[in-house]
């Protein structure tokens, strides 16, 4: 009895200690769960802001590389258009002055391709240059703005007509005379036509709001 008796107090300190370890070991486990998520939300955040950034920057580069094509389409229309100006008012040999159109058409339809492929991210064309040096001692003059895609439109669409009025005049000196040398050019000029009303017709017509407030000075 004795030896029981004094085993009793020795037993409440051994499950005194067991008991304060067990807490112990419990209160460190949910210290590390809680730091383990404070980490793992940590890192989750920060890869996201990482993934954010990365769009970001990769729209930005997008932008910039849209506007440096209109950029380049700005300056092709306005040389395309000083070279309308020059035929309309120099004129020439029938033949030669078709093989401009066609060149020119060609070239038109290009850059007419060029800017429809990048319209829907890329916003508007800029400004094009109030006159483009066509030649050392010629500078002609075009239009002072063509801000936005229904500008661009009735810009393509005004040059258009002017190189469609060409190539029927050519035909009908060339025809008088029975001559037919240059027919290839002029149906060459029939196919960039085509091509140009149909990459006009892939570009997205603006908002309402956004095409009432284009507004473009053409060119008679």
Known sequence: MDAISNATPLVAVINSLTGSASTSTAGNNRSSQATTGTDQSAVSGNWL??????????????????????????EKIAL?????????????????????????SRELAMAVSEYSSGSGS??????????????????????????????????????????????????QRLHKSRDHSADQYLDQANSSFTAIESSLARIPSPPLSAASSDSVDLLA
């Open 49 to 74: 802001t990482s993934a954010q950034q990365a769009a970001n920057q990769l729209d930005s580069s997008r932008e910039t590389m849209n506007q440096m094509q209109n950029n380049l389409v700005e």
């Open 80 to 104: 395309i258009k000083a070279q309308i100006r020059i035929l309309e008012t120099t004129g020439g040999d029938p033949r030669i002055v078709a093989h401009q159109i066609a060149q020119l």
């Open 122 to 171: 890329a916003g508007s064309l800029g400004s094009v240059p109030a006159t483009v040096t066509a030649s050392p001692s010629q500078t002609v003059a075009t239009t002072g703005s063509s801000t936005g895609i229904q500008g661009f439109r009735q810009e393509v669409q005004s040059m258009t007509v002017q190189l469609k009025a060409l190539a029927e005049q050519q035909k």
